[in-house]
């Protein structure tokens, strides 16, 4: 019975979420040093980090959050490959070659985007947070030429990244970026009824208590 009511308590308190995939609407983003869409938020670093060039230095602070730098700029682009969708792109200061930080809405375990590089097998590394701004993981993408879709999938779950050390001259665009949100347990705040649920089932548990023993 005292499981029953523990069980009771738990699903009155928690709420599941599922995984789905998660467009990033940057339809009504303007160009800013922190940009805020329907999806993810966006800026050069992460709190603890420092952006130098194509560069950054410093390791994020917990939990993950975005620090206002540089401007980036928000485009609207057609990207012309197959499977790429128009609309708006970002590109990062220092000849579109700097560092550009994302944080998800929700914890991601992939990510995919469009890109555009002049150079075809110029590279741009990828760093993995997790909510406490530890990383989780680093992946080097090997750019092709023109625009193409990238992904990044099968390394876990992820609370944000970076994009940065691009040593493409002419720099990259950003656009087209969705991601797969975690599935998982998400906590709500307490409402009042469940205070005042929470005494009676105590008092309830003490009751059977005492019957117990006097049997």
């Given at each position: 019975m005292?499981?029953?009511?523990?069980?009771i308590?738990?699903?009155?308190?928690?709420?599941?979420?599922?995984a789905?995939?998660?467009?990033?609407?940057?339809?009504g983003?303007?160009?800013?040093?922190?940009?805020?869409?329907?999806?993810?938020?966006?800026?050069?670093?992460?709190t603890?980090?420092t952006a130098?060039?194509s560069?950054?230095?410093?390791?994020?602070?917990?939990?993950l959050?975005?620090?206002?730098?540089?401007?980036i700029?928000?485009?609207?682009?057609n990207?012309?490959?197959?499977?790429?969708?128009?609309g708006n792109?970002l590109?990062?200061?220092?000849s579109?070659?700097?560092?550009?930080?994302?944080?998800?809405?929700?914890?991601a375990?992939?990510?995919?985007w469009?890109?555009?590089?002049?150079?075809a097998?110029?590279?741009?590394?990828?760093d993995?947070?997790?909510n406490?701004?530890?990383?989780?993981n680093?992946?080097?993408?090997?750019?092709l030429?023109?625009?193409?879709?990238?992904?990044?999938?099968?390394?876990g779950?992820f609370?944000?990244?970076?994009f940065?050390?691009?040593?493409?001259?002419?720099g990259?665009?950003?656009?087209?970026?969705?991601?797969?949100?975690?599935?998982?347990?998400?906590?709500?705040?307490?409402?009042?009824?469940?205070?005042?649920?929470?005494p009676?089932?105590?008092?309830?548990?003490?009751?059977?208590?005492?019957a117990?023993?006097?049997a």
């Amino acid at each position: 019975m005292n499981k029953m009511i523990a069980t009771i308590i738990f699903s009155f308190f928690s709420l599941p979420t599922f995984a789905a995939p998660v467009d990033i609407d940057l339809s009504g983003a303007t160009s800013s040093t922190l940009i805020d869409a329907d999806g993810a938020s966006f800026s050069q670093t992460f709190t603890g980090q420092t952006a130098s060039g194509s560069g950054i230095s410093g390791s994020p602070t917990g939990p993950l959050s975005l620090a206002p730098s540089g401007t980036i700029s928000v485009v609207s682009f057609n990207p012309g490959c197959t499977g790429c969708d128009s609309g708006n792109s970002l590109l990062t200061p220092s000849s579109f070659q700097g560092p550009l930080s994302i944080l998800f809405d929700f914890n991601a375990d992939s990510f995919s985007w469009v890109m555009g590089s002049s150079n075809a097998g110029s590279n741009v590394t990828v760093d993995l947070f997790s909510n406490n701004g530890s990383l989780i993981n680093t992946v080097l993408i090997s750019m092709l030429d023109g625009y193409n879709k990238y992904s990044i999938s099968g390394l876990g779950a992820f609370a944000g990244l970076t994009f940065r050390d691009n040593n493409d001259s002419y720099g990259v665009r950003y656009m087209d970026l969705s991601y797969n949100s975690v599935a998982g347990v998400s906590e709500v705040p307490i409402p009042a009824a469940a205070l005042m649920f929470a005494p009676a089932l105590l008092g309830f548990m003490g009751l059977r208590r005492k019957a117990k023993q006097a049997a």
